[in-house]
């Protein structure tokens, strides 16, 4: 499969069971950068369509669950490699739709293909039934595919985030129906298509459209198990929406992830500085993972500011996704971009210092675009908007604490609870983290820099219910199956 780059207008379909299928409309897919050039358009997928895959999927289900483990990971293997392949053109289109730059492109494919190759690897132990024999008999624990997966992804990592679901379930005998975000349908789809190429028709489906698609996917009784990255909110209706047929799910969801400096952190640590600024500006600070509140001990909090400052007016250059210089993109969207500017302004209005951080590179490309100017907002109340919400944007507040059971407080308090990190004296800093509520807390990194895909990954509260990565996020799209062979079969309390 050929993905036309540059500045050719991509045209993606809905694909269901093996066939790209005809929309009777379409929506187009700007550029960030350029809002008035289009890069694509997707289909507008109807409730009517969204059945058949979901069908498709159920149909093909019936044999895929019998196709043997070493099949489905030669088939997944093979995917792997086209998508290696066509890297370089799935990197281009994925800058444009979306405005990351090309490097943290390559980024996300490295770490798609890192978990499709690890879940590859692993997915054969990881599903091997276990067989016990014991003193009452035997039992045989099986991990047996659980149906159709809705899977529903973002657009801030729309490969990754599709990739993170499609190659567990498959592996583990699943079917699929990928609907990506409307926000950035186009390199995922094409991905999913793919990864399609190499397997049975109806095994992947891809839809495209919001909520109205996304509602059927969820409330269909064909699905079975629903796996959504998304926000806190939209995963409440889905909840909702599955209640009817009680299907498994994994909500992979918001964050207001926390990074605290314990007074033993080293402010002269120029690699330390440019972990944390990276940890929060890398993707335009959209990325449910990015450290989104600061807290500094304040015995080093004036002289951590400093260097903070000099660290981002070094790494952060705001320009064309394109420009090798660039390390930060316009945000991917107007609605996001006004949102972020609105929590700015309100903590402005607050009394805050908004202190902007950065080079642009482009005034002309900065105006026209959704481009924001990263900050560090000071001097904020620890219940401030700006503090308390997931701002998913490029700006953070830094905030002084004066002990440790203060600032586990503020970090515990919030609904969130996804990552964290801690930056100090490595035993001091591990102290802190055991009483962190987070599903994953880093020890002196932060964000994708200190993810592992070898270990589960979710959140804890609002932030989600279950995980992904790991050998976890293959056993996710199983149902354990029990079957018990016990030697004694009459219980001796129950009466002749
Ligand atoms: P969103 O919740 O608006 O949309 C996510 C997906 O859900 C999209 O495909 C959207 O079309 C679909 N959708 C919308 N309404 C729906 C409905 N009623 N039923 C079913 N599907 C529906 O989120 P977003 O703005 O695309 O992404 C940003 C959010 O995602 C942030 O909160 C971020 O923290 C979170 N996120 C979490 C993780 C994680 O791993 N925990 C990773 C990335 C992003």
Redesign the pocket.
């Known amino acids: 499969m050929t993905i036309q780059a540059d500045q050719e207008t991509i045209i993606v379909e809905a694909f269901i069971n093996g066939q790209n299928v005809k929309s009777l409309s379409q929506e187009a897919k700007e550029n960030p950068t350029n809002p008035t050039e289009i890069v694509g358009y997707f289909p507008v997928t109807t409730k009517e369509q969204a059945v058949e895959a979901i069908e498709a999927a159920a149909g093909a289900f019936k044999t895929w669950k019998q196709t043997p483990i070493d099949e489905r990971i030669m088939m997944m293997r093979k995917a792997i490699e086209k998508i290696r392949t066509a890297e370089n053109e799935i990197v281009h289109l994925l800058s444009r739709e979306h405005g990351k730059p090309l490097y943290d492109a390559h980024g996300e494919i490295y770490v798609s293909l890192m978990w499709m190759e690890f879940a590859c690897n692993e997915a054969k132990s990881a599903l091997q039934e276990e067989i016990k024999e014991h003193e009452n008999g035997k039992t045989i624990l099986s991990y047996d595919p659980i149906g159709v997966v809705a899977a529903?992804?973002?657009?801030?990592?729309p490969i990754a985030?599709s990739t993170i679901k499609i190659a567990p379930a498959l592996l583990a005998g699943n079917t699929i129906v990928l609907?990506?975000?409307?926000?950035a349908p186009l390199a995922a789809a094409k991905v999913a298509e793919i990864i399609a190429s190499e397997f049975p028709a109806g095994v992947i489906n891809v839809v495209h459209?919001?909520?109205d698609?996304?509602?059927e996917?969820?409330s269909n009784p064909l699905v079975t198990k629903i796996a959504?990255?998304?926000?806190?909110?939209?995963?409440k209706?889905?909840i909702k929406?599955a209640s009817e047929t009680i299907k498994d799910m994994t909500l992979?969801?918001?964050?207001n992830d926390a990074a605290i400096f314990l007074e033993s952190f080293d402010v002269h640590d120029e690699r330390a500085m440019r972990r944390i600024v990276i940890s929060n500006f890398l993707t335009a600070g959209?990325?449910?993972?990015i450290a989104k509140r600061v807290y500094v001990h304040r015995s080093i909090y004036d002289e951590f500011v400093e260097k903070y400052i000099e660290a981002a007016n070094r790494w952060i250059r705001i320009g064309d996704p394109f420009d090798s210089n660039t390390t930060v993109g316009p945000v991917n969207n107007l609605k996001?971009k006004n949102y972020v500017l609105g929590l700015v302004e309100d903590a402005q209005k607050r009394g805050a210092k908004v202190i902007p951080l950065g080079q642009i590179l482009d005034q002309k490309l900065f105006e026209q675009g959704y481009y924001l100017q990263p900050t560090l907002v000071l001097g904020c109340d620890v219940h401030d908007p700006i503090v308390v919400e997931?701002q998913?944007g490029p700006t953070v507040p830094i905030l002084p604490f004066d002990d440790e059971e203060q600032v586990i407080h503020l970090h515990n308090e919030s609904i969130y609870g996804?990552t964290s990190s801690v930056w100090g004296k490595e035993e001091d800093a591990i102290s802190v983290a055991r009483q962190l509520e987070a599903g994953t807390t880093m020890i002196n990194t932060a964000a994708v820099q200190g993810l592992d895909v070898r270990f589960p990954?979710?959140?804890v509260k609002q932030?989600?219910i279950g995980r992904?990565y790991g050998v976890e996020g293959i056993r996710t799209y199983t149902e354990k199956h029990v079957i018990n062979v016990p030697k004694t079969l009459d219980l001796p309390y129950i009466p002749e």
């Open positions: 529903i992804s973002p657009w801030n990592y985030l609907k990506p975000s409307p926000y459209g919001d909520a698609v996304g509602v996917l969820t959504f990255t998304g926000g806190t909110a939209t995963a209706h889905i929406a992979e969801l918001g964050g959209q990325i449910c993972m996001q997931e998913f996804l990954f979710g959140g932030s989600g992904e």
